[in-house]
Structure formats: C-alpha cells, structure tokens
C-alpha cells in the first residue's frame, strides 16, 4: 500500500514538473512596423519556468515543421519566469502556417496555426475578434467570465484580435499576466493578439516618473510593434492605430493628459494618419484605445477628447473602438460638435463623422446600463452583460456585431462609405 503511494507519488510530481515545464500563455502577434510587418511575420512568445533556449519550428503543414527560428529567452522579474520571444520572418502573404514552441529539453506546446496577412492593398474580407477590459476582478477572479469568452472567440477563424485595454486587473500582479495569459492561450496562440494596456495595466502614481506607462510586466509579456504603446499596422486596405491611454481619468486631475498637442506622442499620431490617408492603398483607418473618447458618466474624460478628436476629424478615421466602461456603446457619427442622424440605426451610410463604439465588458465587474438620454448614444444594453465583438471588413462595408457571453447576438451595425 505504502509502496503504490510512493509510486502515485512520483508519477504525480513528474505529472507536474512535464506540466510545468512545457511553454504556456502562448500569444502571437505582430511586433513589426513598416508596411509588409503583417504579411510577411509573426512574433511567437510563451512563458517557460526553466531556462530553455527555445525555438519556434514552423512550416505550411502541420506534419512538416521543416523550418526553425530561435527565440530570445529573457527572465521576467515581475512574473518570475523566463519569457521566450521569437520572431518568424520571410513568410508568404495570405498562407497558413503551423508552429510548436518549445524545446527537447523542456517540452513542446501543442501545434498551433495562424495566417499571415494579405498583401499591401489587397481587397480581401477581414474578419476581426475585439475583447477588452478582461480584468480579474468582481465576478472575474480567476478570469472565469473571460474564459468564457474566449470559448466564444475560439469557435471563430479571426485574422487577429483587437484587445483595448485593462487586459488586468493590476499591471504589477504576476498571477493576473499568468491568469490572463493561459486562459487567453486557447485564441492567443492562433490569432495575433493586437492589444493596447488600459488603465489598470500602467502605473497610477501620477508621482512616479512613469505615470501612465505600463508596469514592466507588460513589455517583458507583450511584443508588439514600436515602443509597444503607440504603434500601428496594415491588414489588407486597413490601417489600425493602436494608442496608450494612459490614466486619463487621474491624468486629466494634474494636468498630465496624454496627446496634448505637439507632445511626442501627438506628433507621431498626425504624422502616421497623414501618412495613412495619403497611402492609395489604404481605404479605412481604424484607431483604437483604452478610454474612450465619447462615453456615458464618469469614463468620458473631456481633456481626452480634447486632444484625440481633432486628429480624428481632420484625417477622417472611420472608426474608433475603445473599453473601460464595463458595458457594450455605440454612438452616432460625430464631427467636432455635430452628432448626425441616420435613417436606420443600424446603417451608417456614408456618414460624414466618425463612428465611436466602446466594448468593455469582456470580463471585469460589469457596470450599470445608462447613458440613453446622450443625444449621441444610439444602442446600449438595458441590462448588464459580458460582451465580445467582430468585425468584418471587405470591400467599402464594415460589418460589426456584438454578442453576450453565450453568443446570443446583442447588436450589430454597418458602416459603408464611398
Ligand atoms: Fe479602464
């Protein structure tokens, strides 16, 4: 008797060091400026809690991982593991790809799939995953309404997902960046994970010397473009420009605001929408953060939008996507001061103003449904639910809908321009 529990024993913990030891919170994404960054690339990052000096092998069918790129192993203080970071390069456009992460001495993850984008310009549909304010907190400790959600996202083949922000509860945290990332591991290791960090994810003090920047968990887990806050990429005929929000909301208290203009940031903003604007393959600018820049209640942050919308308006973004607010938002069309009607609230037909939509309950505790009596607000839940979103573009349409946590539609519109 006692010998069988020696022996579960031993099988138990050797259960446990092979668990542990393979790569986990695996998420690609696009870490690349320039213009082929999405076509041609895919970052591949995963957490390891042995040093394993790594590889991503990979090739376009699953039984032939013929190709290898070594990854840059460094070890995380903030979550008190290793973070492997590998970068495939010289891929075809618009092709499936397979890859294991890993190494003999450790372990491999399971094979995982992705596509690359398409080529500059190309017209193909573009099918979009959006989540945001996954944060483990309320009803979300152990991020059990978010795995939820990615349950949801799973059933779905996006070509990435867009993430605005308050992806933790606490940026600091270890558990929460470990939560996160291995219930998010079942999208994030097939979908490129495009997020921006919210108010949660960066530093609070507005003292410290890095107010508003994430904490250093979230470059030492994140690989995306640039100075990973500010940055943006082209999917196909579609520009998407991701920015750091900072905490506008204590910000705006000590006169700190982000993008004020002619700071840093407000600089590489215009120039990037010129840029976008003049590129003739470029049909629709999507902009994207984590405060919003028209809310209900205390989340609209006025100096925010002070410095966000002019921007907006003079290179005429077609949409802007934010969370925070832990609940489902969609405004009319805005220009400056006017708001404009439409004839069917779910059409946006060639609208001479920007489209303002804020999905924040992928998540965190869900906030109360208000905001009705906005004259800009054109659908909001009655009722407090966790929510996700897609989109499709293709052609001159956007498509957008918004479904609660068991997939039952919620909302959906369509944007068409010229
Ligand atoms: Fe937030």
């Known amino acids: 008797m006692k010998f069988s529990f020696f022996l579960l024993a031993i099988f138990l913990s050797f259960q446990i060091v092979i668990s542990h030891a393979q790569p986990r919170g695996i998420h690609i994404s696009w870490n690349g400026t320039g213009k082929k ?65 890993g190494s003999d001495k450790n372990g491999w993850s399971a094979v995982y799939k992705f596509k690359t984008a398409p080529a500059e310009g190309d017209k193909s549909k573009i099918f979009i995953g959006l989540w945001s304010d996954t944060q483990n907190n309320g009803g979300n400790l152990n991020f059990e309404q978010t795995d939820t959600i990615v349950k949801q996202l799973s059933k779905n083949t996006y ?153 907006v308006d003079k290179y005429k973004v077609d949409l802007y996507i934010a969370g925070h607010r832990h609940v489902y938002e969609r405004h009319k069309a805005i220009k400056g001061a006017q708001i404009f009607e439409q004839a069917d609230m779910h059409v946006y037909n060639k609208p001479q103003g920007t489209v303002y939509v804020n999905n924040g309950s992928s998540g965190g505790s869900l906030q109360g449904a208000g905001g009705w009596d906005m004259p800009d607000m054109l659908f909001t839940p009655r009722q407090k639910i966790y929510t996700y979103s897609e989109m499709t573009i293709e052609g001159n349409t956007i498509e957008y809908k918004v479904f609660d946590k068991q997939g039952t539609p919620v909302d959906y519109f369509k944007l068409i321009k010229d």
């Open 37 to 101: 960054a999405t076509a041609t690339a895919m970052a591949v990052t995963w957490l390891n809690d042995n040093t394993d000096n790594g590889v991503v092998k990979y090739g376009t069918r699953a039984e032939n991982l013929d190709q290898t790129v070594a990854a840059v192993e460094a070890f995380s203080s903030g979550v008190k593991t290793y973070v492997s970071k590998a970068t495939i390069q010289n891929l075809k456009p618009a092709t499936y790809y397979f890859y294991k992460a």
């Open 159 to 311: 070509n990435f997902t867009i993430h605005t922000g308050d992806i933790v509860e606490n940026g600091s945290v270890a558990k929460s960046w470990n939560g996160y990332f291995n219930t998010g591991q079942l999208v994030n290791a097939n979908t490129p994970l495009m997020s921006v960090p919210g108010n949660h994810d960066v530093v609070n003090d507005t003292t410290s010397k890095i107010f508003q920047r994430p904490f250093p968990i979230f470059f030492e887990l994140m690989n995306l473009p640039g100075n990973q806050l500010n940055y943006s990429y082209n999917y196909g005929n579609a520009h998407f420009i991701a920015i750091n929000s900072g905490y506008a909301q204590g910000a705006e208290k000590v006169g700190k605001v982000l993008f004020a203009e002619n700071s840093e940031e407000y600089k590489w903003l215009e120039t990037d929408l010129k840029n976008a604007r003049q590129d003739k393959n470029i049909n629709w600018i999507i902009m994207y953060s984590h405060y919003p820049l028209f809310a209900f209640g205390v989340s609209h942050i006025q100096t925010w939008q002070n410095h966000i919308q002019p921007l």
